[in-house]
């Protein structure tokens, strides 16, 4: 038996990162994220496990991330026991990221189970539950950065610091094959080099393969220095502030939050932003705010004590529901902090649904937005956005800030990469769309590296794997997803389309609407949909194509 890697997931997709890697002395997994993003991508989840859990012998997780980490519970669901290898951080972490997970299955379920029911269908089961979370807790597993675990048979690993979030780490890891070791760096998610919490990125040089990540391959951030950072939030807030409305912040529960708590803080205690209040609206952001809290000695660059992070007079750190309900009575002057970061569940959409409408209110993203979810159709400019159900029109001014991606860019992955060669066998980009794969892999054999050693795997690709050299690249056999439905899936065009027809509707005369309707049952006449009765209407003289479009 030779050492395999097999890619189950982030690969073609930045999210669901899981790699197994099959060896002489068994079997293990590196990662087990939840795919997120749009409905077909979501639905991956749903799927069978492409592995028999039984099978495995550990995990070793780069971080905690739910698209890392968020099927854990369901391998602790299917009966697996395996202890799951992860620095102390990020198990601190995984404490509330786990259970608040379980808790977002089963309300989508009951929720689901509640709409079949009206149909009179069988009710939904959530993909794992708070139960299975707590499982998969006991069976945490703590190392300390740069020393050497031993963690199964034929297998050693040392875990490097990411500068991603806390805890996150890049993991070096031998797997013996027959008397020869073969070499692996998972790189994780690489953090940049300018971060208030972290030194930068590190980690040894010279391997046989490394998997690295890929989100921003291609694309670079304006340097700037934490200073500029600052004074770039700085003027959005104060624009933002200016407009008379609140200034409404999605952003992720885990490093995102507390980065922009640290620089709210310290401009608030520098006199260079004045806003009423400042609010944290998410239980999840709260518990992990006490985790940072717990290990700010850790931290490097803070411009506030211990005593101070966190903890300015203005902030309002918000767990309870009514507590929650409550900001929908500030109309202005508020900074207002929500998850989720891509606006697709979670107190935002609330946030969004009441300040979107307002043309005095600011929406700023500050992380990246996945295709197909709430956050990107914002901002990528839609007119009316669907939230709850609901047409929301977008009045609100939206803007974007990219320097508090915890993500690495084009030059820092470089940079990164660079660091770690050689790499005597490949190097496989994964956790990125394809469009930044290649461009990765272009400027990758723009330094002399051949084609054929920079590899972009997709879902369910596997890799034999020697001391000697890579053996080959293998396709699964019935792909799970269609390769075609990972940026841009049916559902969103569907949503999309009735919204333009709405608003289409809504303008023009009668003529104009029933002429648009006839063209439409015409296309789905040919299509074999028969005509409704209630909609069979005489026939009227069509009017220009160019009316109906306008």
């Known amino acids: 038996m030779t050492v395999t890697l097999h890619f189950h997931g982030a690969a073609g997709t930045v999210t669901g990162s899981c790699y197994r890697i099959d060896h002489p002395g068994g079997h293990f997994l590196v990662d087990c994220g939840l795919f997120q993003g749009n409905r077909t991508v979501r639905a991956l989840n749903l799927k069978p496990t492409p592995f028999d859990p039984g099978s495995i012998d550990f995990l070793l997780l780069t971080h905690a991330h739910i698209d890392h980490v968020g099927l854990l519970p369901k391998l602790y669901a299917q009966g697996w026991r395996g202890p799951a290898w992860m620095t102390e951080p990020a198990a601190g972490l995984l404490e509330y990221m786990l259970p608040d997970s379980a808790g977002i299955q089963e309300s989508e379920a009951e929720r689901a189970s509640r709409k079949r029911g009206g149909r009179g269908e069988e009710p939904v089961e959530p993909l794992y539950t708070t139960q299975d979370a707590e499982e998969a807790l006991k069976h945490r597993q703590t190392c300390a950065y740069e020393q050497w675990i031993e963690p199964g048979p034929g297998v050693r690993a040392r875990y490097w610091n990411a500068g991603h979030i806390i805890g996150s780490a890049s993991i070096e890891i031998e797997v013996m094959d027959g008397d020869k070791p073969v070499r692996l760096m998972f790189s994780g998610d690489i953090g940049p080099d300018e971060k208030v919490f972290y030194n930068h990125p590190e980690g040894p040089a010279g391997f046989d393969y490394i998997v690295c990540e890929s989100t921003y391959g291609g694309r670079e951030r304006a340097d700037y220095t934490l200073l500029e950072r600052r004074n770039a939030l700085k003027s959005e807030i104060n624009t933002a502030l200016a407009r008379g409305g609140n200034l409404v912040i999605p952003t992720f529960a885990v490093e995102r939050s507390q980065e922009l708590l640290h620089d709210i803080g310290y401009l608030i205690k520098t006199g260079q932003i004045d806003p009423s209040l400042v609010f944290l609206d998410s239980p999840l952001a709260s518990k992990v705010t006490g985790v940072y809290r717990k290990y700010a000695k850790m931290f490097e660059d803070v411009e506030l004590g211990a005593d101070e992070l966190f903890n300015d007079p203005r902030f309002r750190i918000i767990e309870a529901v009514q507590d929650s309900k409550a900001i929908n009575a500030i109309k202005g002057g508020a900074i207002i902090m929500s998850a989720s970061g891509m606006c697709d569940a979670g107190r935002i959409k609330h946030h969004l649904r009441n300040n979107l409408i307002r043309r005095e209110a600011t929406v700023l993203f500050v992380g990246y937005q996945a295709p197909g979810t709430l956050g990107h159709v914002i901002l990528t400019g ?45 190097i496989f980009l994964t956790h990125g769309e394809d469009e930044e794969r290649h461009a990765l892999r272009q400027a990758l054999m723009a330094t002399g590296l051949s084609g054929d050693q920079i590899i972009l795997p997709q879902l369910d690709d596997y890799a034999e794997l020697t001391a000697a050299g890579l053996t080959g690249l293998a396709q699964a056999g019935t792909p799970r ?22 608003q289409q509707l809504q303008q023009g005369s009668d003529a104009q609407k029933l002429a648009l309707m006839q063209a439409l049952q015409q296309q789905l006449s040919q299509l074999g949909v028969p005509p409704s009765p209630a909609h069979r209407t005489t026939p009227i003289t069509p009017v220009e194509p160019q009316a109906v479009d306008e």
């Open 382 to 426: 839609a007119k009316e956005v669907r939230i709850h159900g609901t047409l929301v029109p977008v009045r609100a001014t939206i803007r974007a800030l990219g320097n508090y991606s915890a993500h690495a860019d084009h030059t820092e992955l470089m940079d990164w990469l660079k660091a770690r060669l050689p790499a005597h066998g490949a």
């Open 481 to 502: 997803i269609d390769a075609n439905q990972v940026h841009s899936d049916w559902h969103n065009a569907f949503s999309d389309f009735t919204i333009r027809l709405s």
